[in-house]
């Protein structure tokens, strides 16, 4: 019962250089989100997804990109990373029915240098 | 705009001692209402929900929390709390319509309890 699966844990860049994080899910899970949660400011929506294919933006999604090209995978890629977004990721999935809460991964600890 | 306001950034409790953590939120319509706890170097984990009913709602680890929908607000209690339950807290809200599930966050309230 993995749950929601993110990779890699931690993983340090240099300023200009692009990356992606990968979150798994294996609960047949609708929607799928990814957050970043700096200090003091909770946890701020980036992107999220409703259905495979489909992506929307959230709160916070400028300098980030999002994929959905399989149901259970949903990536976020920085283009040139820039050290604003030094950050703890977290990704999340939840069922379509209103009202149900989420599941979370374990989160990415980026630093950007 | 939605948003989700904790009074208080840090707590800092003996063990023993009752606590009482604030949330208030702004949104005009109908939401479900989340408590996640977040202990040191992990993910968040649900603590308690509300989704109507009874607005007295309890959860996991002896938490509690009341839905006052006057003064929209939903904050976290707990009679006597334990070293154990030294974490960051983070309220959040769901609007239930039109949000594709979406939450929104608090900043969080750091507890610390000593023994």
């Known amino acids: 019962n993995a749950g929601v699966t993110q990779t890699p844990k931690f993983r340090v860049l240099k300023t200009g250089q692009s990356m992606t994080l990968l979150c798994a899910q294996d609960m047949n899970h609708e929607y799928m989100y990814w957050y970043r949660q700096d200090p003091g400011m909770g946890l701020r929506l980036i992107h999220y997804s409703v259905g495979e294919g489909t992506t929307a933006k959230g709160e916070v999604p400028d300098g980030y990109n999002v994929s959905r090209l399989k149901k259970q995978n949903f990536l976020l890629g920085l283009e040139s990373a820039a050290p604003s977004q030094t950050s703890v990721y977290f990704c999340?999935?939840?069922?379509?029915?209103?009202?149900?809460?989420?599941?979370f991964g374990s989160g990415t600890r980026l630093t950007v240098v | 705009a939605q948003s989700v306001s904790q009074h208080n950034h840090h707590v800092i409790l003996s063990e023993a001692a009752s606590l009482e953590l604030g949330c208030n939120y702004s949104y005009g319509g109908t939401v479900n209402l989340f408590w996640y706890v977040q202990y040191p170097g992990q993910h968040l984990q649900l603590l308690l929900k509300?989704?109507?009913?009874?607005?007295l709602v309890k959860g996991i680890k002896g938490f509690e929390a009341e839905f006052i929908k006057s003064k929209f607000s939903f904050n976290l209690r707990k009679p006597s709390v334990q070293w154990s339950d030294t974490a960051e807290y983070f309220c959040?809200?769901?609007?239930?319509?039109?949000?594709?599930?979406?939450?929104?966050f608090g900043a969080g309230t750091r507890l610390a309890v000593h023994p």
């Open positions: 999340a999935s939840s069922t379509q029915g209103v009202g149900y809460g989420y599941t």
């Open positions: 959040a809200v769901m609007p239930k319509s039109g949000g594709y599930n979406k939450l929104i």
């Open positions: 509300y989704f109507s009913g009874d607005p």
